[in-house]
């Protein structure tokens, strides 16, 4: 049952049960066993003094979140849940005046967020999450594989909640249930109260974001409840042509007869506009005896615009048959389209582009054009029981999933005279001195025109389905233990035209994927716990393999739980994922297969000693190395992206007394270096920012300014292309924001 509505639901009575144990929500609650509805009104306006607030997630504490729904598809209080979970509220993102979801993963640790210039890009999972891609969630479904639309807007986002390791067991689509991790971005919803947010933020480089949220009842009983929200962002960039406009329109209706039943409907519409990025080579930037402009653009100044969007519905049918039983029903569909038109070099003795043709500075130009079309479909539902039995209260979960996803996917290249140059044939070459720049005009590549190959065109069909089930016990009040499984089919079928003579290839698994974990309290405030889980995963079409089996995972997961008092609170884990059959690019069009691990330690803090100072604080350590030795990747390297160190801190004030609405925070972000290649060849080298942020907030009217990279930072990181290149880190950027909320 909806919880914007009442908190009639067990679920929400348990989390709301440990809250009140505890005396966060107010002081000498009690929950009734017998009590049978808590109006959200009533916990608002009791909870506002202690701090913490129900949101459409669930409850939340200033940057503490109490629960994280999606680790179980249940409402179960994290500190209860046998796996390391960030979830980061949207006060944190307010405080710290984030701009978008690559900033604010930086929150969590061993995530390395996906570049905000990336618009398409042939890597389907640009995230990483403990060394491993990772897959950018929205309200648990896979959705599109190439995060079309505008897929860095905060403005319809409740909470962000990162999920470490495998999560097989519930989840489902697109190309099989996740690995890494996921980022499952969790989407506001309509509450009965009517409000309304105005905002804008203005910055550096001509960045201007106008956006809106407003939730409105359209009736006096709330039965049908309306939010819509939208924010279009303009911006320039320090990198030489680069201009970037995106939107996203969301609007929401839920339909409740404020009792047991619920259904709420979300449309969604996005869209991104900009040149595409193909970040800078690594020789010339960080190797090499000379050195390019960090803000220079690696193609035609006039190149096209891509164009990436994204538009669907999220259907969600919540009904309570009895105080026992629940079910829910979820279903997507949505439509995706990208074209990306880019210039880049490919050619060299690498075949990433990452090093010159011709020594010392001269480098290949080939124009390209990638497109993509995806249409998809899934459906989710469940049937939930809660119920004591004995010295245990007891959640029982079975669920089934089908999703189907329909792809159509084409790169056609033009190597301008530059392949028949580089086979030593005497034909007149396109080439571009980057120590004194001409890019040639960009062409739409024509197959069977000059050099124009059609390097994929192919269509997809990826089928996944399965049936699960999981059974969470607590025993005694002190002994939390989950048990689930999940019998999962991986349906794929690739038609690729392309090769010669054309060629099908086929993917067809099923297998039986477990997740077990036990979480023990030793003291008050004080739990230790371990998990462990398995996952599948299609294996992405590559020209040196045909009809791989799937990507295969095994988790490892054990920590400590704590919160102190409500004011220090976090997980400290150690983790290892072993994964087999693992792609990994080699240059371009090449890939190959390999085993790969991912050990390491991590902790996520947060601090609130009382209503003036919030600190959230996260580190992690991953060693992300191969462990078979392949192409171009022997045992014991490490795995590209990946730095072995990087943690957060942000430290907030907010003043009373006479400077009562006036805030202060600052914090730094750091990390160590990180392979640019599998072979370990070249790296960027470590690299840390700060930030600092001014608000002031009264009645209805909050104002801030922020200043990113507060010490003007140079550094590069490594960029998602062709294997050799790498971006320049943002300078020194400056943003305003005024906002008016009632």
Known sequence: MARLIDMKTNASKRVLAAALTAGVLWPGAALAQDQETIRLDEIEIKASADGVTETTAGPVQGYRALSAGSATRTDTPIEEIPQAITVLPRQL??????????????NASNVQAVDSRIIGNVDQSPLRIRGFKADQWIDGYAGNLFLSGDHDSLVNLERIEVLKGPNAV???????APLGGVVNLISKLPTATASYDFGATFGSYGYWSPQFDINQPLNSDGTVLFRMTGQYTRADSFIDVLESDRFSFNPTLTLTNNDDTSLTVQFFYSRHEQQAYSGLPVVGTIQGDYRVRRELYFGDPAIPDSTS?????TVTFEHEFNEVWSTSIKGRWSESEMAQPSQAAFLDATGTGGTPILPPSTFDVSNLIHRDAQEEFSINPTLQARFAWGPSDNTVLFG???????????MVADTLGNMCFAFGLGCPPTLVDLQNPTFPAFVFPVAGVGEGATYFDGDLSFETHGVYGQVQSTLYDRIHLLVGGRVGTL??????????PPATFVTDETRFLPRVGAVVDVVQGLSLYAGYSEGMRWVPFSQTFARPKPELSKSLDAGIKFNLDDALTGTVSVFQIDRENVPYQIAFGLGALSEQRSRGFEADVVYQPDANWSVLASYGYTDA???????AAPAGNRLP?????????????????????????GGVYAASDQFVDSANTWSTGAYFTVDAKIGYEVENVRVSLAVKNLTGEEYFTPYTWFGGQVAPGEPRMVYGQVGYRF
């Open 93 to 106: 993102l307010e405080d710290q005046a984030a701009v978008s979801i690559n900033e604010a993963l930086r």
């Open 170 to 176: 519930l989840y489902g689509g697109g190309a099989g």
């Open 309 to 313: 969007e994204i538009y669907g519905t």
């Open 400 to 410: 089934g999933d089908y999703a189907h996803v329909s792809e159509q996917v084409s």
């Open 491 to 500: 349906d794929i079928t690739y038609e690729e035209r392309a090769l010669a």
């Open 625 to 631: 190395t191969f462990e078979s030795t392949t192409p």
């Open 641 to 665: 992206m990946v730095p072995e160190h990087s943690g957060r801190l942000w430290v907030n004030y907010a003043f009373d007394n006479q400077f009562s609405g006036w805030s202060l925070g």
